[in-house]
């Protein structure tokens, strides 16, 4: 009978030691967000959890110790108790087992039982839902916090007296969480479903967004839509119905000399004013927001969200226009293409069949990485300059040159100005 109740003891002591380390993992394991949600809301049990995790050191101490004494209790109680009885069982079929043997045979019994029953299913049952549990387990978390005050006391000053001694800092900070983790996180929380490949591609990219210089992304000069101010009045009114933008750069002469930006906002507003045929349109224009070449898009994003500016100008080393950026084209490397009614950007890449692709030469790269889910280097801007820097030439208007790149072809199919106008994009299928 004595026996059963020291069994009956064990299997107690067992438990307890499994309700603290299911309390551990919760604890740790539980988004403190949601804890403070909860008890925002006036749940009770959450305000409690959320006083008890503002140190951790203490918490995670408590449970320790009552992790400890469970076990040491359970293994001393089993060994002194149930040694001489196991010695007997066995001397009873005319086997001789020493009774330190028998000790060790004990032990090792109760230390499986304790480390599936004690460890690791009350763990997993813990992982399974740690917000639930660690609401249920947050009072008795308190209580043990105040019983146990002494001994985490003694224990905190034992392990600093020990860490001065071996003349280390206590104080000194543990290595913060890198970028590459954050993004091997990423991946990992997409391949378990948490997010869309959208999705994890929109937080990669915010990661590569401090690192894109704007030249990366601008609209070359070559390239920049703009109205003479030499033009007619009809002429630059026709000029903006056609353009099919909000804002367009103002020159006079040449694309060098950007007088200012219009909007269409104010076009219309001193039509209604003036009528169409009576429009200043010099007075109309705008200080054009200059920016260097080299500057960061996360900065320039930041200053154009200060200064209200959704176009900006770049300009070279020497002073020249060297393109331009709109806020759109910052926002896109986040979270990608963003198109209307009027944008022509899909028509620069024709899709002959599966692995073949026409496309215009001054097409972004960044453009073309993204319609066809490659990744060429974004220190070409053009897939024309692309191609050109990698031949170490400007190909003739006859010839059918040819890079290769990974699993890619990029044969010239024509050549304009000076530059590769348009490309054949063959993709080599995979086994």
Not at 51 to 71: F, H, M, W
Not at 157 to 168: A, C, M, Q
């Amino acid at each position: 009978m004595t026996d059963i109740y020291i069994l009956i003891f064990i299997f107690v002591l067992i438990l307890v030691n499994g309700f603290f380390a299911a309390s551990e993992m919760a604890m740790v394991s539980v988004n403190p967000n949601k804890i403070l949600e909860l008890a925002q809301k006036g749940n009770k049990k959450a305000i409690i959890l959320k006083n008890i995790t503002v140190d951790s050191t203490k918490y995670l101490s408590a449970i320790q110790v009552a992790i400890t004494l469970a076990g040491f209790l359970s293994s001393a109680i089993a060994g002194s108790n149930l040694a001489n009885n196991f010695v007997d069982y066995f001397a009873k079929i005319n086997i001789v087992i020493p009774q330190n043997l028998a000790v060790v045979i004990i032990t090792i019994l109760l230390s499986f039982i304790t480390l599936v029953f004690g460890e690791l299913v009350p763990k997993k049952i813990a992982l399974n839902n740690p917000v639930k549990f660690a609401l249920f387990s947050a009072r008795a978390i308190k209580v043990t916090l105040i019983i146990t005050k002494p001994a985490v006391w003694l224990l905190s000053i034992t392990t600093t007296g020990v860490v001065k001694l071996f003349g280390l800092d206590k104080n000194k900070e543990i290595e913060g969480t890198t970028e590459s983790e954050i993004r091997q996180l990423i991946r990992s929380g997409q391949r378990q479903g948490l997010y869309q490949k959208e999705e994890k591609e929109m937080l990669e990219n915010i990661f590569r967004f401090d690192d894109i210089e704007v030249t990366s992304i601008m609209t070359p000069r070559t390239e920049v839509f703009g109205i003479n101010l030499e033009l007619t009045k009809d002429e630059i009114l026709d000029t903006i119905i056609k353009a099919n933008y909000s804002r367009i750069p103002v020159y006079e002469k040449t694309i060098d000399n950007i007088k200012g930006i219009i909007h269409v906002k104010d076009v219309l507003t001193e039509a209604k004013k003036t009528g169409l045929k009576r429009i200043n349109y010099k007075k109309l224009l705008r200080e054009p927001f200059y920016v260097p070449g080299n500057m960061k898009i996360n900065f320039l994003f930041k200053k154009m969200q200060e200064e209200n500016h959704q176009i900006a100008v770049i300009l070279d080393n020497y002073g020249g226009i060297d393109g331009i950026i709109t806020m759109e084209d910052i926002l896109e490397e986040i979270v990608g293409n963003i198109y209307d009614e009027f944008d022509e950007v899909q028509n620069s890449i024709k899709e002959i069949d599966e692995f073949n692709f026409l496309v215009d030469g001054l097409i972004q790269i960044q453009d073309l990485n993204r319609f066809l889910n490659i990744n060429l280097s974004d220190e070409y801007d053009t897939l024309s300059g692309f191609i050109i820097e990698n031949l170490g030439y400007i190909p003739k208007k006859a010839s059918n040159e040819i890079v290769e790149k990974d699993d890619l072809i990029f044969e010239v199919k024509s050549v304009k100005k000076n530059r590769i106008d348009k490309v054949l994009i063959k993709r080599t299928p995979k086994d």
